[in-house]
């Protein structure tokens, strides 16, 4: 994949500057289906992933913590400087609000670690996590290790095979950097010096190619694969979505290839969401006249 921005839903976005690797089928006898998340991984070999704050700050509240009695809550997450800002609740007698800001990197495991250089609740430094989460922090790391977060130490640690919810991403990070509002991983042999390349070019050929294998999507499966989805608007990268695919599938056209490989153009999926609004409003519009 080059210069995708791929909707895990519609409020977490992985911006992907480019990526090598495979789909890895979760059923040794079912392929991997689009219409079905939970029938494959990615695995990736080498590559380089931005993801915005407001997208880790949706992860970790709508998927990570999203369950009864979790300990943090409303947490928000912003950038200053190569730092990184977090803000939330924490549930201890009383909700109390909190605000760590850290550095971040990644580890020899290939996990993403956030070391803390500030702690405060209510406004009052504090010496360390234990001190802030208290006796709920055996709540939080038996609460978060199914989804991927845990302390370690003085160290908020995340596991990106995990937090992620499926399709999983399969691989190691070997480097993270802040840039802007993006939290940038490097995925395997992916060499550092290119990220600051792909994160102030983030345009021109914009597409997903499946190549070999066995993949299925909507009623079609393709043996194999010779697939290519491209771009409509190169200006901008490809918005695609995993719940909407097959919107931005009707919305497109396709072309076979002289090898039996088959090309389908699509336009972004913001574009779709924004038409779709816009035919609603029309459609309320006549009820109301009609009336």
Known sequence: M???DFHVDDNIVLRIRTIRGALLRKNPAKPP???DRESFD???DSGIIGISTESLANLLNNYVFAYPKAPLKGVSITTEGGQ???KGTVHKV???PFEIVGDIHATPEGKIQLHPTSIKTGGIPVKGLMNLFGIELDELIKGTESHGVKIDDNDITMDPEVIIPPPQVRGKITAIRIEGDEVIQVFGAANTTSIARSTSRRRGSNFMYYRGGTIRFGKLTMSNADLRL??????TPFDFSMDHYNSQL???YSKNQPNLGLVVHVPDYY??????RKTSAGSGSNTVSRR
């Open 2 to 4: 080059q210069n995708v």
């Open 33 to 35: 289906f689009f219409d």
């Open 42 to 44: 990615f695995r990736i």
């Open 84 to 86: 990184i800002k977090m």
């Open 94 to 96: 009383t909700d109390l």
């Open 230 to 235: 491209v771009d409509k608007d190169p200006k």
């Open 250 to 252: 009707v919305a497109g």
């Open 271 to 276: 574009r779709i969401q924004a038409a779709a």
